[in-house]
């Protein structure tokens, strides 16, 4: 059973750079699969962040493609989500997840508020 | 850029049938995914692959796929289904990955 675990910064400051990082337990993430985020704003649907395959291949979404980095660091099983140049809209929960048939495996999602 | 879209809202009464839909062009190509997200909780997959049940989701749950649309059905509703739904799929390409803008399902 895949555990994951988002951590990072509650608060971000516009025009700053979120970051977010995700523990995997339960499976080697260089074993296989794809790894992505995937965010929700208070009282709205889920959007599709990114993702990346196991190899390092990333997929990104275009509307956010120009601001978005994701990438695998496989020494502490983890991976990492960098979006820049942040505004109020970016405002939402996080969730890490990873995806073999589906989206099968969330974290608990971690809110992330862009205020000054 | 491509769309899925869901009827924001159905409504029904325990014992009931609902059934939710989510229309989208490369439907007929891609799967479908479902996902159900009850209040203050990250989602959960309920059918992948247009139909495919996962394990530990109950029997009253099923779907199915017509042309451009694709239906989840819930037989005999319970008070605990009472959550928003989400399709998920791919653009034609099979790289990107979209959301419907999910249906609330409420439980009379």
């Known amino acids: 059973q895949v555990q994951l675990q988002e951590s990072g910064p509650g608060l971000v400051e516009p025009s700053e750079t979120l970051s977010l990082t995700c523990a995997v337990s339960g499976y080697s993430i260089s074993n296989g699969y794809f790894w992505g985020w995937i965010r929700q704003p208070p009282g709205k649907g889920l959007e599709w962040i990114g993702s990346i395959y196991y190899s390092g291949r990333t997929y990104y979404n275009p509307s956010l493609k120009s601001r978005v980095t994701i990438s695998l660091d496989t020494s502490k099983n983890q991976f990492s989500l960098r979006l820049s140049s942040v505004t109020a809209a970016d405002t939402a929960v996080y969730y890490c997840?990873?995806?073999?048939?589906?989206?099968?495996?969330w974290g608990q999602g971690t809110l992330v508020t862009v205020s000054s | 850029s491509y769309e899925l879209t869901q009827p924001p809202s159905v409504s029904v009464s325990p014992g009931q049938t609902a059934r939710i839909t989510c229309s989208g062009d490369?439907?007929?190509?891609?799967?479908a995914y479902w996902y159900q997200q009850k209040a203050g909780q990250a989602p959960i997959v309920v059918m992948y692959k247009d139909n495919e049940r996962p394990s530990g989701i109950p029997e009253r749950f099923s779907g199915s796929s017509s042309g451009t649309t694709v239906t989840l059905t819930i037989s005999a509703v319970q008070a605990e289904d009472e959550a928003d739904y989400y399709c998920q799929s791919a653009d034609s390409s099979d790289t990107y990955v979209v959301f419907g803008g999910g249906t609330k399902l409420t439980v009379l």
């Open positions: 997840v990873s995806y073999r048939t589906c989206f099968d495996s």
């Open positions: 490369t439907l007929p190509k891609q799967y």
